[in-house]
């Protein structure tokens, strides 16, 4: 073999006659090989030297180079050797930087599709597992001596479990917990990990990486990066790239905690906002039903309640009402509403007193909401109920007699929170055995659909539908009701819509649930 003075630097062997395994590299060598023996049907060759296509590159030391063939018109291989280390470096960077910023948006997605801690927790473990480390841990902030941890090895599934220790026990990590910049990896010893930082079947650990989650306000957790003896340390990029990780994840565990403690919250003060559950008290049959103005809402501007007899054979007060508007907004004012006439309740024989000191009420508040309601006062007297009704600018409740005839209440009086005073007409109305009186509000009777879409559901309508109920259950009632009611919108966009059933038993059973203390009824 022949080689000129920059080659022959390269290659100190080299010189004529030398074989050329004995000389160079053996990715060129083999390269060198395949040349001498062209293929059978390869095309004649008449120029001086042809460039032929099947350049190969490999290392030189610690170099990298792309080798050139040039065949000879006597058949003899010239190789052109070009430093492509800076190149390939280049290349090398690009594909990493390509594979983690891929990586970052496969994780960000992953995090961000749910909202669930312990989804998130899991994601985490496992995407760093496969593609950082050889083992991973998410460990959450202690829950008093307690740490929650996901653990998970490369190519297997998260594990949750809860460790009784101390954070101070890992060098770095009650540092992690607490947001501040991480330890660097050489800095702690891997021999040192306890036992219930190494998942089961991992082995020897030969490098640790801790690094917080950072979260909202306060940290998420941590991030423990493991691999094994033997298996190579942690480069300074590599933690880097783990802080960036870190970030997303923390920033995804740190929103599905915030909404965990949300959603927990809004359950707590919903709860309370929420119609309540109605059936049989003192005697009389109770039934209501609720619907919200969007498919996806719990709450709104109507609501209901009953409030059982402080004292046996006194009367049970009946409130459904309107707070204009619809909506959170709406329900949260429901509730100061409802609040108000929880503390009015020794008031409420007296239906128009009960209605302007609550009227008072809103109007010192400075609200610019009003409501609409009506008071329902129900007594078991011998088979028969006796009822007070008075409406404050609602709809006036309808009677269902025996005999399929609807009456409506002659009772009117004016809005709650817009005027100086409520004025208002109380009627009392006896229900017979089997007899029934519906209030509702007006989401129903102004519900817009039908056939051609935009008709209102209107007062005619539900009156029909009411004649046909007589003699039914509370419930039957309310479930017809809502069902044509219902059917009637379709998909269409509707109001509130509550509706609550007062009805006499048939039977002469009696049963007083809840009657013994005032307040409002749920079950």
């Known amino acids: 073999m022949f080689a000129n003075e920059i080659a022959g630097l390269l290659f100190p062997d080299a010189r004529p006659g030398a074989p050329m395994p004995d000389v160079v590299p053996t990715w060129l060598s083999d390269a060198h090989a395949r040349r001498l023996l062209p293929p059978p049907d390869a095309p004649s060759e008449t120029d001086a030297a042809i460039a032929v296509d099947g350049m190969v590159e490999g290392p030189v030391g610690d170099r990298s180079y792309e080798a050139h063939p040039t065949v000879r018109q006597d058949g003899t291989v010239?190789?052109?050797?070009?430093?492509?280390?800076?190149?390939?470096?280049?290349?090398?960077?690009?594909?990493?930087?390509?594979?983690r910023t891929a990586f970052l948006g496969q994780a960000s997605n992953l995090l961000l599709s749910s909202l669930n801690l312990e989804r998130c927790m899991d994601v985490t473990a496992q995407m760093a597992a496969e593609h950082l480390a050889d083992a991973a841990l998410v460990i959450s902030p202690a829950h008093g001596h307690d740490l929650p941890i996901v653990s998970c090895l490369r190519g297997g599934t998260p594990v949750s479990s809860r460790v009784t220790a101390l954070a101070e026990e890992v060098p770095g990590?009650?540092?992690a917990l607490q947001g501040f910049p991480p330890v660097p990896s050489r800095w702690i010893d891997p021999t040192s990990a306890p036992s219930w930082l190494i998942p089961d079947g991992f082995?020897?650990?030969?490098?640790?990486?801790?690094?917080?989650?950072?979260?909202?306000?306060?940290?998420?957790g941590a991030l423990v990066l493991l691999r094994?003896?033997?298996?190579?340390?942690?480069?300074?990029?590599?933690?880097?790239?783990?802080?960036?990780?870190?970030?997303?994840?923390?920033?995804?565990?740190?929103?599905a905690r915030l909404y965990a403690e949300q959603a927990s919250?809004?359950?707590?003060?919903?709860?309370?906002?929420?119609?309540?559950?109605?059936?049989?008290?003192?005697?009389?049959?109770?039934?209501?039903?609720?619907?919200?103005?969007?498919?996806?809402?719990?709450?709104?501007?109507?609501?209901?309640?009953?409030?059982?007899?402080a004292v046996e054979g006194d009367a049970s007060l009946v409130v459904l009402g309107d707070v204009c508007g619809k909506g959170l907004e709406a329900a949260v004012m429901t509730g100061k509403i409802r609040n108000t006439l929880h503390a009015l309740l020794p008031m409420a024989d007296d239906h128009e007193r009960m209605l302007n000191l609550l009227n008072t009420a809103l109007l010192s508040t400075h609200n610019a909401r009003f409501a609409t309601m009506v008071l329902a006062s129900a007594v078991r007297e011998g088979g028969a109920v006796k009822l007070r009704l008075t409406s404050a600018g609602h709809?006036?409740?309808?009677?269902?007699?025996?005999?399929g005839t609807v009456e409506e209440a002659a009772t009117q009086g004016t809005l709650v929170g817009a005027l100086p005073a409520v004025t208002a007409e109380t009627v009392e109305v006896t229900l017979a055995p089997g007899e029934t009186?519906?209030?509702?509000?007006?989401?129903?009777?102004?519900?817009?659909?039908?056939?051609?879409?935009?008709?209102?559901?209107?007062?005619?309508?539900?009156?029909r539908v009411l004649a046909e109920c007589a003699g039914m259950p509370a419930e039957a009632v309310v479930e017809r009701v809502q069902m044509l009611a219902s059917e009637w919108v379709g998909t269409?966009?509707?109001?509130?819509?509550?509706?609550?059933?007062?009805?006499?038993?048939?039977?002469?059973?009696?049963?007083?649930?809840?009657?013994?203390?005032?307040?409002?009824?749920?079950?």
Not at 229 to 255: H, I, P
Not at 290 to 307: K, L, P
Request: hydrophobic residues 40%.
């Open 228 to 255: 094994r003896a033997g298996g190579g340390g942690f480069s300074e990029e590599e933690e880097v790239f783990a802080r960036l990780f870190a970030s997303r994840a923390g920033a995804a565990m740190s929103a």
């Open 492 to 523: 269409g966009a509707h109001d509130d819509m509550a509706v609550v059933v007062i009805t006499a038993p048939k039977t002469n059973h009696l049963s007083a649930v809840g009657g013994h203390t005032r307040g409002r009824f749920t079950a």
């Open 395 to 403: 709809p006036a409740p309808l009677i269902v007699r025996g005999n």
């Open 203 to 220: 082995g020897a650990v030969g490098s640790i990486v801790i690094t917080p989650l950072p979260g909202h306000g306060i940290p998420a």
């Open 265 to 309: 919250i809004s359950e707590t003060l919903m709860r309370d906002l929420l119609p309540p559950f109605l059936h049989q008290v003192s005697g009389v049959q109770y039934a209501g039903g609720y619907r919200a103005s969007q498919n996806h809402e719990r709450i709104g501007g109507d609501f209901y309640d009953v409030h059982p007899a």
């Open 78 to 99: 010239v190789w052109w050797l070009v430093d492509d280390t800076d190149h390939r470096l280049a290349r090398d960077s690009l594909r990493i930087e390509r594979e």
């Open 173 to 175: 990590l009650a540092e």
């Open 437 to 463: 009186c519906v209030l509702y509000t007006d989401g129903i009777t102004e519900a817009r659909g039908g056939p051609l879409g935009g008709v209102m559901f209107g007062e005619a309508r539900l009156q």
